[in-house]
């Protein structure tokens, strides 16, 4: 077998008094010495970096890299903005997905970075004025293929607040959607309020005719329902009964 050198890297670290450091090592084979990964730098293995302090800030750079890369991509693109939504969507999300995966990166570090980024690009696209917020936008946005838009958001609270949560959410909406008018040939908010029991709200039939309008029978929408309505539940009795103690990662959503 024949080991090529200048493929191969060492990588040093060693205890000195009470605590670890890092160091060039010397090693040689066929009196050929192996590079050193050098102090403060990183190695790549099985696609994830690796350093002393195991901060992952190489991999943040290469993901950060390819983001913008891919987004002013699709930005330059002479496209109708829901299909720069689509490209981000069923594109961009799985060439970054792997990154997300094989990295330990917090939540925190992905909204202040990863989100801000992104985020401007779909405010350009969507032309979401200054007032508007996608930091705390709708939870979905559904583009149907007669270009009609869809924009849905679940509220769960108690039984006493279901109808002020309709209309705090519909005014929340309200200049969001009429921004989107000139872009689709209707837009439609579904509103979709229900309480910590799974009551829906009377306005929530918007979200059955946007199950018709995608092809959902009736015995798929009574599932759909059905389902809601006992994760709601579960989740209503889990928050009870764990009130006072140490949470941990319940099984409520295993359908």
Not at 129 to 140: C, H, R, V, W, Y
Not at 221 to 231: G, L, R, V
């Amino acid at each position: 077998m024949i080991i090529r050198v200048d493929k191969c890297s060492t990588f040093g670290i060693r205890k000195v008094l009470t605590k670890s450091v890092q160091y060039l090592p010397k090693l040689l084979i066929n009196n050929g010495l192996i590079p050193t990964i050098q102090m403060g730098e990183s190695f790549k293995y099985l696609g994830r970096f690796f350093d002393f302090d195991m901060s992952d800030q190489e991999h943040k750079s290469e993901l950060m890299s390819l983001i913008d890369e891919l987004m002013s991509d699709i930005d330059h693109k002479p496209l109708h903005p829901k299909n720069k939504l689509i490209l981000y969507n069923r594109y961009v999300l799985s060439k970054i997905s792997w990154h997300l995966t094989v990295a330990t990166l917090s939540i925190t570090w992905v909204t202040e970075t990863i989100d801000s980024v992104i985020n401007q690009y779909i405010r350009k696209w969507l032309e979401i004025p200054i007032s508007g917020t996608l930091s705390n936008g709708p939870d979905l946005l559904l583009i149907t293929p007669n270009e009609d838009l869809y924009v849905l958001e679940l509220t769960v609270g108690f039984e006493s607040n279901l109808h002020n949560n309709v209309k705090r959410k519909k005014a929340k909406y309200k200049d969001l959607i009429e921004d989107q008018r000139g872009h689709f040939n209707s837009v439609k908010f579904v509103n979709l309020s229900m309480s910590s029991l799974g009551v829906f709200d009377k306005e929530c039939f918007t979200f059955l005719e946007m199950l018709d309008t995608i092809g959902m029978d009736k015995k798929q929408q009574h599932y759909c329902i059905k389902k809601m309505t006992s994760y709601a539940i579960r989740a209503t009795h889990y928050i009870f009964c764990c009130r006072n103690k140490e949470w941990t990662n319940p099984e409520l959503l295993n359908i």
